[in-house]
């Protein structure tokens, strides 16, 4: 007789087949075990960004490949695309995801759990389409996880192959932050209905758009909503507006949440190895609180104040918010 626990076995969930998928890449792949495991040995250092928001650094050398990488169009175009399975290692596994998207370990781990999400094609990095759809459902499915989107112009390591990245929930500071109801006053409130709204907030130290909707398809439409206002604020019709993106299903009661970190600027002036300088590129992960860096003299030096003016240089001011803002207020 064929057991209900035989069943559940066979059929397991998206999750499911995802946890299991990081143990098995653990075990057998040696990159992978040796990575997580000086993850699990790097220095953290935390500070209080205001009273509101924490930040936290990693010291986490393997991240140089990132933070380090040539972004011209010419460099993209010399390398082998990493996400490309032809291109990948042997040992690299993969979930198909409706037959669109490869799950996979990210080899190169910030988070104690991270992923790789890109898709089956080489198609070029954008949220444009049905791509937020594709990552509220993600979220749907991955409970256990915040899902992330960098803009190709803004700390995405293959600006040439469409992906998301995934990690642990619990892990950037900013994720718990933005649920502070007190946040969410009428005056922080741009559009709302009964399923969801979308607000806006500087108290967290920088400038963001945060998302929450009992519905996926509401929490789509504000996104739209969204894009379309920064978009038109941007005046740049042939380029996706400057952004990072974080998406989960909060753990209380299922909403889908999306933040959306607006952005100015890809690279801090103060980039580079040289002294007085900081190999730093900040995308998804450090604008929500955690800051991977891989040289050790920066990790000891980085202040909290700079901290800040790095925040303030790359994340949209006020001005451009206000911008973003009365052209969405207007669009309704
Ligand atoms: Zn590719």
């Known amino acids: 007789m064929i057991s209900f626990s035989f069943l559940f076995s066979t059929e397991k969930n998206m999750q499911q087949q995802v946890l299991d998928l990081i143990d098995r890449q653990l075990d057998e792949w040696k990159t992978v075990s040796d990575n997580y495991a000086a ?16 930040v ?129 006053t009428p005056e922080h409130i741009l559009l709302s209905s009964k399923e969801g709204f979308l607000g806006y907030t500087s108290a967290l130290g920088r400038n963001l758009f945060f998302i929450k909707a009992s519905e996926r398809v509401v929490a789509s439409i504000l996104f739209a909503k969204l894009q379309l206002a920064m978009l038109l604020a941007s005046e740049d019709y042939d380029n996706e507006p400057m952004q990072n993106v974080l998406c989960w299903c909060a753990d209380e009661d299922g909403d889908y949440c999306i933040v959306v970190f607006p952005r100015s600027k890809h690279r801090p002036d103060c980039y580079g190895e040289d002294d007085g300088q900081l190999l730093v590129s900040p995308a998804s992960v450090d604008m929500g609180g955690v800051w991977a860096v891989p040289v050790e003299k920066d990790y000891e030096a980085i202040t909290v104040e700079q901290v800040q003016a790095i925040y303030d240089e790359l994340c949209m001011d006020n001005a451009g918010m206000v911008k973003i803002i009365e052209t969405l207020i207007h669009q309704d």
Request: aromatic share 8%; glycine share 6%; charged share 25%.
């Open 56 to 184: 936290v650094l990693q010291y986490n050398p393997e991240r140089k490949r990132s933070s380090g990488a040539k972004m011209d169009a010419e460099s993209i175009k010399a390398r082998k695309c990493f996400l490309c399975s032809e291109n990948q290692p042997v040992e690299q596994e993969a979930i198909e995801w409706e037959g669109r998207y490869k799950i996979q370990v990210n080899p190169y781990p910030i988070f104690p759990s991270h992923l790789t999400i890109s898709a089956m094609e080489h198609t070029p990095q954008s949220i444009e389409g049905r791509r937020i759809d594709d990552m509220l459902n993600l979220a749907h499915e991955l409970t256990e996880f915040v899902l992330f989107y960098n803009g190709p112009r803004c700390g995405a390591s293959a600006p040439d192959h469409m992906h998301f990245q995934a990690g642990n929930k619990g892990f950037m500071p900013l994720c718990d932050e933005v649920m502070d109801q007190s946040l969410w």
């Open 39 to 54: 993850l699990g040995r790097v220095s953290l250092r935390g500070f209080n960004l205001n009273e509101r928001s924490e």
